[in-house]
């Protein structure tokens, strides 16, 4: 069976605050592998299904299977990552979305504070702010590596690349709260606006 597969996204994204645009290419180019290996890890998954190889006792299929949770994870929120940046910002948080915060941190600035906290924490991973489209709750979450911790059903509004390769290159490896710093003064507030507005997850698409 003919799958569908999905194809990189043309970010086109350059002149960032404290971002360089090396690490733009690079990071990009990252992505790309992501979506690459998405692909042919679902080709080669669908393949065993019908030719009768999938099987929990298969430990090729159970490997392929639980790589795919990574692989479509780092594709995923790469495209929530370069969707919510733009060079120096844009716009503001809409005011929906700021009351939607102090509903669930009380002040903005005690939302930034937890967000970047998270964004501080060892490991490689991402700082996320979700919305309970259930609840209406707002809420921080780390995920580890790019498939762990994700809250199902959850929107991302607000996504932060925290892996060493997002800022290696510009910063050392003690100095990434300079990285979150330069993040805060890129982001979209337009787009995380509508992230949060919106009924249903919203991402870029190709
Ligand atoms: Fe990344």
Request: hydrophobic share 35%.
């Amino acid at each position: 069976m003919e799958q569908r597969s999905y194809k990189a996204i043309s970010f086109h994204l350059s002149g960032l605050n404290g971002i360089s645009d090396r690490t733009l290419e690079m990071h990009l180019g990252l992505y790309e592998g992501y979506v690459t290996n998405t692909n042919l890890l679902s080709e080669q998954l669908m393949e065993m299904t019908h030719n009768k190889k999938a099987s929990g006792t298969n430990p090729a299929y159970s490997e392929l299977k639980r790589h795919l949770g990574f692989e479509y994870g780092g594709m995923v929120l790469h495209e929530y990552y370069f969707g919510n940046l733009a060079p120096k910002g844009r716009g503001s948080p809409s005011a929906e979305f700021k009351r939607a915060l102090q509903e669930s941190f009380g002040t903005f600035d005690v939302w930034k504070t937890d967000f970047v906290a998270v964004g501080s924490m060892r490991g490689v991973g991402w700082s996320v702010l979700y919305h309970d489209p259930v609840a209406g709750q707002l809420s921080n979450h780390w995920i580890e590596l790019h498939q762990q911790g994700v809250p199902s059903g959850f929107k991302p509004v607000l996504v932060m690349d925290v892996w060493e390769h997002a800022y290696l290159l510009d910063y050392k490896p003690s100095e990434r709260g300079k990285y979150i710093e330069a993040f805060f003064s890129n982001i979209d507030w337009d787009v995380v606006s509508q992230c949060f507005s919106s009924n249903a997850a919203v991402r870029p698409a190709a």
